[in-house]
C-alpha cells in the first residue's frame, strides 16, 4: 500500500508561533513514517511559506523561548489542478509533490481560526482538525459564549469592550455586574495570550491596553471559583470524550508560561478524582459544545468544577497543543489511545470528511 502524502504546516504569524514549533515537534517524530510520507511546511512570523528540512526542521527544539524554523531558501505554496492539491516551489512555479492531507500544527490567529481551513478548501486538500465555520467560531469567544448559553450550557457572565466602546465602559459598572476579581481576556486569542487577572481599576486599564495588542475585541469575565478541568474530544459525526483531567495552577491562573514552558506551573491531575457520574456529565456536555459550533476531528474543551460539582464551560480549543506536556494528547493517552494512534485517528478523520465533501454538489 502506497504511503499517504501529509503536509505538517508549523509555525505562522500568531504570537503562538514558538508554541505550534513545540507542537509540529512532537507530531512530527510521532507520526508513522511507514504510512507517511511527510512534507514539512514552516511558516514565519511575517507569514511566507518554507519548505523544511525533514531532518533539521526546528533549531533548539527544547529550549521554549529560543526555538525557531531552521533556514530555509525553497519558498512554497499549494494550489490544485481541480482534482488534486500539489505544492509548487514559488520560484518558477515547478510542483514538488501532491498532497493528499494537511496537517496545520498552527495555534492561534491564521491558524485555527478558519483562515488557514479556507485555503485547503479552496485547494482541494484533506485536512486534519475543525473545518472552516467551526474554527471560526470556536476562536470567537464571545460568539461561541452566546450559542453555547441558547443551548443551555452553563457558562460564566461576561460583558464585551472593543477598540470603538472601550472609552464608553465603566469600570465601576463591570464591578457591579461582574465582581471582582474579573479576568480580562481577547475574544480570539488562545493559550492564555494578554489574559489577565483584575482586582482593581488600574490593574484593569492595563489589562485592557494590553489585551487589545491582541484583538479588537476583548472579553471581561466574571471569576469562577473551582478547579478548571479538561475533555478532549475526538471525532466526526459520533465524537467521543476522554477521561476528565484536573488542573491546580502554581500561580493565579493557568498561564502562558503554566502551559508551555514551565514543568512546575500547575499540577496536572489525570484523570480527576471525581465522581463517575460528575465526570459522565462533563463528557455529555463537552460533547454537546462540541457540536453545537459544528465542530469536527479534533478539541479540547476547558471547564470549571466548582465544590458543589457544578461546572461552567469556560472555552473550547479547535486545535489544542501537542507539545510533551500538553493536555489533549495525554488524555488520550490515559483513555487507552497512544499518542501516534491518535494522530492515525486524526488524519482519518480528515480524509472521511473530505471524500464526503468531494461528493457534494455545488450551488
Not at 478558519?114 to 460568539?143: E, P, W, Y
Not at 443551555?152 to 469592550?161: Q, R, T, V
Amino acid at each position: 500500500m502506497s504511503k499517504i502524502s501529509l503536509a505538517v504546516i508549523i509555525g505562522g504569524k500568531s504570537p503562538e508561533h514558538a508554541i505550534s514549533l513545540r507542537s509540529g515537534f512532537s507530531v512530527i517524530n510521532a507520526l508513522n513514517k511507514d504510512k507517511y510520507d511527510i512534507t514539512i511546511i514552516g511558516i514565519d512570523k511575517s507569514g511566507f511559506w518554507w519548505l523544511q528540512d525533514k531532518e533539521n526542521f526546528i533549531l533548539n527544539p527544547t529550549d521554549a523561548k529560543e526555538i525557531s524554523l531552521a533556514p530555509s531558501d525553497t519558498k512554497v505554496y499549494l494550489d490544485t489542478d481541480g482534482k488534486k492539491c500539489w505544492l509548487y516551489r514559488k520560484k518558477g512555479n515547478k510542483r514538488i509533490c501532491k498532497i493528499d492531507v494537511a496537517f496545520p500544527v498552527l495555534h492561534g490567529a491564521y491558524g485555527e481560526d478558519g483562515v488557514v481551513q479556507g485555503l485547503f478548501r479552496s485547494v482541494n486538500v484533506a485536512f486534519v482538525g475543525v473545518d472552516v465555520l467551526a474554527s471560526a467560531v470556536g476562536m470567537d469567544k464571545d460568539i461561541a459564549k452566546r450559542l453555547w448559553r441558547d443551548a443551555g450550557i452553563p457558562i460564566a457572565n461576561f460583558e464585551i469592550i472593543n477598540h470603538n466602546n472601550k472609552s464608553k465602559i465603566k469600570y465601576e459598572r463591570l464591578v457591579k455586574n461582574l465582581g471582582l476579581p474579573m479576568f480580562v481576556k481577547p475574544a480570539n486569542a488562545g493559550s492564555s495570550v494578554g489574559v489577565h487577572k483584575v482586582t482593581n481599576k488600574d490593574e484593569f486599564a492595563a489589562a485592557v491596553k494590553d489585551a487589545l495588542q491582541f484583538d479588537r475585541k476583548l472579553l471581561v469575565e466574571e471569576a469562577v471559583v473551582g478547579i478548571e478541568v479538561e475533555c478532549a474530544i475526538l471525532g466526526n459525526e459520533n465524537p467521543k470524550a476522554s477521561v476528565i483531567g484536573g488542573i491546580v495552577p502554581t500561580d493565579q491562573f493557568y498561564s502562558y508560561d503554566a502551559k508551555y514552558i514551565s514543568t512546575t506551573g500547575a499540577k496536572l491531575m489525570i484523570p480527576v478524582d471525581i465522581p463517575e457520574k460528575v465526570s459522565q456529565y462533563i463528557q455529555d456536555t463537552a460533547i454537546k459544545a462540541f457540536q453545537c459550533i459544528g465542530a469536527e476531528g479534533l478539541s479540547r474543551v476547558d471547564f470549571f468544577l466548582r465544590e458543589d460539582h457544578s461546572i461552567v464551560l469556560n472555552e473550547i480549543n479547535t486545535l489544542p497543543g501537542f507539545t510533551s506536556i500538553s493536555m489533549y494528547p495525554k488524555l488520550w493517552e490515559a483513555s487507552g489511545l497512544p499518542y501516534s494512534d491518535l494522530l492515525d485517528e486524526l488524519v482519518v478523520l480528515g480524509l472521511k470528511r473530505h471524500k464526503y465533501i468531494s461528493k457534494l454538489k455545488v450551488v
